[in-house]
C-alpha cells in the first residue's frame, strides 16, 4: 500500500511540473497568435480605408489616377512629406491628435488590449492555480515528516516513511528513518543497560558475599582462642586469599566500569609492541613454571604503533592468565606477533581444555563462566575487560578453539587508524 | 533491536518434476550490530537465503523486514534505491567497476545518489581498509585481497545498516582471507552494522555472533549469543 501511496505522489508531482510547463508554452502561443491576429486585421482595415480614399478621389479626378494611386504605393519625397503636413494642419490632422479621434486605431487598440489582459490573466491565473497544488503536496509531505515526528516524541517508531525513491525529499525521509532508528537504538541499549545495570549489580554482591561470607566463618574461628598455633596460620592464610580475591574482582570491575563509561583517557603513545610484551611476560615466569609450561614467543621486532601501555598490558595479562589458567601442566602457551601492511596481530594460544562451541558464543561476556568449567579463581571478567580495552583501542578481539586441543586468542589492529 | 526480520521465506526455482525447494519457511531474526554467519553445503540455499535477504531475487512466498520496511512490497525501482542506501554487498569475485579508480569505486554508491561524499568518512575508511596509497589505482592494478577491501569499502561507503557478503573470501588464499575478513569485522565493529556472511570457513563461522545452518533449504541450526 505505501508504495503505492508514494508513486502516486511522486507522479502528482510530475504531473505539475507538466503542467506548468505545457500552460507556460501555450500561454506563449497563444499570445503570439492572437497578436498577430490582431495586426493582420489592422493592416488588412487600414488598407480597406486607403483603397476607399484612392476610390474617392478618382472618381473625383480621373485624370490624376496614376498620381493617387502612387501616392499609396510609393515611399514620398521629403518635400511632399512637408507639404502634406502643413496642409493637414490646417483641418486639425496631425500625428499628435489623441487615438480616440483615429476610429480604425482606436477600435484595434481596444480589441489588443484586451486580448493581452486575458492572456496574461489567464496565464497568471494557471500559474497561481498550480503552485497552490504544488504547494498543497509539498505541504502535505512536510505534515507526513511533522506527524511522524510527533509519532516519534510519543514513543511509536513503528511506522516509516516512505524513503525508497529519489529526489530530495526520499533523502530527507532517509535520514528522518535513519535518525529514527538511532533513537530508538539508543533508547533500547539505555533499556537494556539498565538490566545489565541491575544485572551485574546482584552479580557483584553474589561474587563479593562468597569470600565475605568465608571470611566472617575464618574470623569467627579464629575469635575461639583454643586453636593451636598451626590451625590459625592456615586460616590466616586462607583468609588473604580471600581477600586478594575480594582485591582484584574490586579493581576490576572498577577498571571496566571506567572504561565503559568512557572516563578514561587513553594515554597513547607510539611505544614498541616487543617491550610491552616482554614485560607483560616477564610477570607470568613464575606461574608458567609453577604448571610446566612451555613459553613459545614468535614476535616480529620493530613492531610499534600508538598505545596505552598500562591498559593493553592488562588485556594482555587477563589472556594471557586465562590461557596458562586453562592449560594442562607440560603444555604449551604461544604468543605470536605478526603484521601485514594494513594490520598487525597479536595471537595468544594454549594447548589446554579448549572452549565448547556453545561456550565460544559468549566467551567476552562479563561473568560468563564456561557451562562445564569448574569454579576456579576465575570470575569471568577479565576477558571482557580485555575485550573493552582492546576496542576502545578500535582493535578487534576473536576466539578461536577445539575442546580438548587448546584455544587461540586473536587482538588485531588496523594500522590506518593511530 | 531487530533489524533484519524474515516471515515464512520460501523460495522456489522451476515447476512440476523440476521443482526445486531452494528455500523452505526460513525465520530468521537479526539484531542491530550482529555478526551472523550462514554456513551449510553447496546448493543448501544459502546463497538464495542471502540474496532474498539484500533485495537481489523475489521470495515465491513470505517477507523480509529491513528496519521496518517490507522490502518485497516495494517497485523495482524503490527496491534498488532501497539496496543503494540500506544494505551493502560484498561478493566473491568483487565486482569492481574496471575503468574506475579505487576512491571511485567506494565512492559510486554516494555518486549514483548525487548524495555529497563525505570526504572524512571515506578517508578513514580507506585508512582502515589500508588503501589510502592505493586510492588512484585502478582494480587491475589490485591483488585479489586489495580488490576485495575495496570492495568492503564500497559496500560501507553509504553507512548502511546491514553489510552482505557472500564468500567474501573464496577467491583469497588464506593470509589474504583472514586479513579481509578481519578488516571487514574491525569496520562493522567501528560502525555498529550488521554483518551476514555465507561461509565455508568454519574458522571465520565460529568467530560469529550466530551461526545459521542451512540444508536443502530448510534452516537445520539457528545458535545465536545475543
Known sequence: MKNKTSAMKRSRELAIWAAMIISAISIILAAWAGIRLSYTKLSSDLIARNIEVIGGLVSAHPELE??????????????????GHSYAQKYGYSTSMPLKYEPIMDRHYKHILILCLAIVGTGFAILILLHYFYNKLIQRRVQLVAEAAERIVEGDFSSKLPEANEGEFAKLTHQFNQMSRILEANIESSKSERIFLKNIISDISHQLKTPLSSLKIFNELLMDSEMDKGTQVQFYEKSEQQLERMEWLIKNL????????GAIDLHKEQRSLEDTLRKVLEGFEERLEEKQLKLDTCIKE?????????WLSEALSNILKNAIEHSFVDGIVEVRVSETPVILRIEISDTGEGISEEDLLHVFKRFYKGKNSIDRSGTGIGLALAKAIVESHG???????????????????????? | MITLKTENLSKTYGKGDTKVDALIDANIEIKQGEFVAVVGPSGSGKSTLLHLL????????????????DIYSLSEKELSI???????????????IPVLSAEENITLPLLLDRKKVDKLYIDELMGILGLRERKNHFPNQLSGGQQQ?????????????????????GNLDSKNSKEVMELLRLSVQKYNQTLVVITHDLDIASQADRIIAIEDGLIVKNLGVR
Open chain 1, 66 to 83: 496614376e498620381n493617387i494611386v502612387n501616392a499609396f504605393v510609393k515611399e514620398p519625397t521629403a518635400e511632399e512629406k512637408n507639404i
Open chain 1, 254 to 261: 572498577l577498571k571496566m566500569a571506567r572504561l565503559e563509561a
Open chain 1, 302 to 310: 620493530d613492531i610499534s604503533f600508538s598505545y596505552d601501555e598500562e
Open chain 1, 395 to 418: 582493535g578487534l578481539i576473536s576466539a578461536r578453539s577445539k575442546e580438548g586441543q587448546g584455544s587461540t586468542f586473536t587482538i588485531v589492529f588496523p594500522k590506518g587508524i593511530v
Open chain 2, 54 to 69: 539484500g533485495g537481489l531475487d523475489r521470495p515465491t512466498s513470505g517477507k523480509v523486514i529491513i528496519d521496518g520496511t
Open chain 2, 82 to 96: 532501497f539496496r543503494r542506501r540500506k544494505v551493502g554487498f560484498i561478493f566473491q569475485f568483487y565486482n569492481l
Open chain 2, 149 to 169: 577491501r575495496v570492495s568492503i569499502g564500497r559496500a560501507l561507503a553509504y553507512k548502511p545498516s546491514i553489510v552482505f557478503a557472500d564468500e567474501p573470501t
